[in-house]
């Protein structure tokens, strides 16, 4: 794996976002400058710099566009099987931290108690039921069914129950393996996700084990995939949207490449005229970026607040093509962008997205007495009754979905300023029971039970102060990478400081840790060195992030029985109390 361990400090291109072009990744990646004269004069040994009549070439393009490290199948014969079973390794580990004992507690923990019983409802009929009274006693005693047949009125859409609900109808709604088995898989499946992230984004086997490794063994991620939350889902959607995003980015610039290259060969001075470099061609029906916008859509359809990625990631994908229009030597790189990159990409992801939203809600369109299903044929308007009945139910249903949302202020023991979120001020208990001698895994006066979603200190201190550092080599270096990790945390972060009156929950932080782990990661790779470096400044970088990952797993060991309601002796969870504010 050493063979392809690379800092994230250089970069193939360099574009508005990016580091200088005076390095390059993957296992060629130093050929250039060790290539070089011994005068450094001869043009031919710097890679970066083409003659006039090979720079338009379909290979010299694609060079200065992406790299030498292109796929997976770029890598050495003997590392392709490492691409992936490193993320599959890291997977593993997750899915065991993560389904062990999962069916503990034997309680709808937290807001179980409402998206567990929607998602059950889901299954029976499509659209959220109402509860009688004490519904969870019967629910927990393996009796799901004494739902009523009046609607329920919810303000959240139906991904992410429908997800809790897929685990139901696997491992049964009576059990609590059963309605938390979505919510484990998504999770061991954002870890397998996040680590070929990190391997594309960083061309680094090593640092996509790290990310994996991070994630995997961090407690407020491990606590989320194992209670049926929404929240879990949201990450998981976004986490897919924003790889679609980054393979898209790669087969913009290769058709590009292409595209310029079979110009410049049927040109008779080896470059695309003056007409053709103007504004650039056109590059097709970009399918990674519809994938992109699948899972957007689906992520909207799980929280709204998926909407703010939706913005942050169409920019970003934009800003990605303008450079790329740029370095390939197009004149007009801005309008020629915009007309040709950046209304494509908004046609191609805001109403792709907004279709699949609306498919989400199936369910509700084929009922015949869900909540607000027929408000639009009792409430006939002038203005706005062309639209179909049910599309109009519909709007006022989200209507007022978001009016209960801006008005959510009321008062809660948990509820955390998104100032605290970094460096988890306050955590959401989620549950605390305190058995006495003699209960089951007691052998003290007093033990405890607990599930808190703090996150492992090292990971989360860690990794806010790393943000600071991709700020640096975002603005001071122009790596796109940092500034790529940047706009995950911001889009999934920043807004919630626009309402500050409105109940929030350090859980909410789960949408956007990915990316906080990859802006750790980003930290580690600069740590790690370059290739070019002497061997004892490898070595030492390694043996240092070896034991930043080591000591990590040892802490996160530490706080597993309060991430997992393990019995333990009070003083044993007081312990793990680093700061009164997680009590």
């Known amino acids: 794996m050493g063979n392809v361990t690379q800092t994230p400090t250089r970069t193939p291109e360099a574009d508005p976002a990016a580091s200088p072009t005076s390095g390059r990744s993957g296992p060629k ?6 290539g070089r004269s011994g005068t450094g004069r001869n043009l031919e040994g ?23 490290l292109r796929s997976w199948r770029d890598y050495p014969a003997s590392l392709r099987l490492w691409y992936w079973l490193i993320p599959t390794l890291t997977a593993a580990l997750g899915g065991v931290l993560r389904f062990v004992r999962l069916d503990t507690p034997r309680n709808l923990v937290f807001d ?15 659209y959220e039921r109402s509860w009688p009274d004490r519904a969870n006693d ?22 992410g129950k429908w997800m809790i609900a897929a685990g139901m109808w696997l491992f049964g709604a009576d059990n609590p393996f059963g309605w938390r088995f979505g919510a484990a898989l998504t999770g061991t499946l954002s870890i397998f996700l996040l680590a070929l992230i990190a391997q594309k984004l960083f061309r680094s086997l090593t640092l996509g084990a790290v990310a994996g490794v991070l994630l995997a063994v961090d407690g407020h991620h491990l606590v989320m995939s194992r209670t049926s939350l929404l929240d879990i889902f949201l990450m998981f959607w976004i986490l ?17 490449a292409a595209r310029l290259g079979r110009q410049a060969a049927s040109s008779p001075t080896g470059r695309p005229s003056a007409l053709q470099l103007t504004a650039g061609p056109w590059l097709g029906v970009r399918w990674w970026r519809l994938a992109a916008a699948v899972c957007l859509g689906l992520a909207v359809g799980t929280k709204w607040s998926a909407l703010f990625f939706m913005a942050g990631f169409g920019l970003l994908t934009v800003f990605w093509d303008l450079s790329a229009r740029r370095i390939a030597g197009v004149r ?16 191609s992801i805001v109403p792709v997205a907004a279709v699949v939203y609306t498919a989400t809600w199936t369910g509700w369109f084929r009922s015949t007495d869900a909540y607000f299903r027929h408000w639009a044929e009792a409430n006939p308007s002038a203005e706005w009754g062309w639209l179909p009945d049910a599309l109009r139910s519909l709007a006022h249903y989200h209507i007022e979905a978001y009016k209960f949302h801006q008005g959510l202020s009321s008062d809660h023991p948990y509820e955390a300023s998104p100032w605290s ?37 090292l990971i989360w201190w860690s990794a806010a102060i790393g943000l600071g550092v991709l700020l640096f080599w975002w603005a001071g270096r122009r790596d796109w990478r940092a500034g790529a990790v940047l706009a995950g945390v911001a889009a999934g972060y920043l807004p919630w400081f626009m309402y500050p009156e409105r109940t929030t929950f350090f859980f909410y932080a789960v949408s956007f840790e990915p990316f906080l782990v990859l802006a750790l990661v980003y930290c580690l790779g600069l ?46 969870w007081r312990v793990r109390m680093w700061m009164p504010s997680w009590i």
Request: a positive charge; one cysteine or more; aromatic letters at 14%.
């Open 46 to 68: 710097h890679r970066w710099i083409s003659r006039p009549a090979e720079a338009f070439t379909t290979d010299a393009l694609t060079e200065r566009l992406i790299g030498s």
């Open 138 to 159: 019967s629910f927990i005693a393996g009796n799901p069914g004494v739902l009523l047949n009046a609607p329920e009125y919810v303000v959240h859409p139906p991904v």
């Open 240 to 256: 897919a949207a924003f790889g679609a995003l980054l393979m898209d980015r790669d087969d913009g610039r290769r058709r590009l």
């Open 421 to 457: 979120w970094l460096v988890m001020g306050r955590p959401t208990s989620f549950f605390y029971e305190s058995p006495g001698r003699g209960s089951p895994g007691c052998d003290v006066s007093n033990c405890t039970s607990a599930i808190l979603s703090v996150g492992n200190p």
């Open 29 to 34: 990646g130093r050929a250039g400058r060790q």
């Open 112 to 126: 179980e108690t409402y998206y567990v019983k929607d998602a059950y409802s889901f299954l029976i009929s499509g």
């Open 527 to 572: 740590v790690l060195g370059q290739r070019s470096d002497p061997l004892w400044r490898r070595r030492s970088g390694f043996y240092l992030v070896a034991l930043f990952v080591v000591a990590a797993v040892l802490l996160s060991a530490f706080f597993y029985p309060v991430w997992t309601a393990e019995v333990i002796p009070y003083q044993e």
């Open 332 to 347: 007009a790189w801005i309008s020629g962008g915009i007309l040709k990159d950046g209304i494509p990409a908004f046609l």
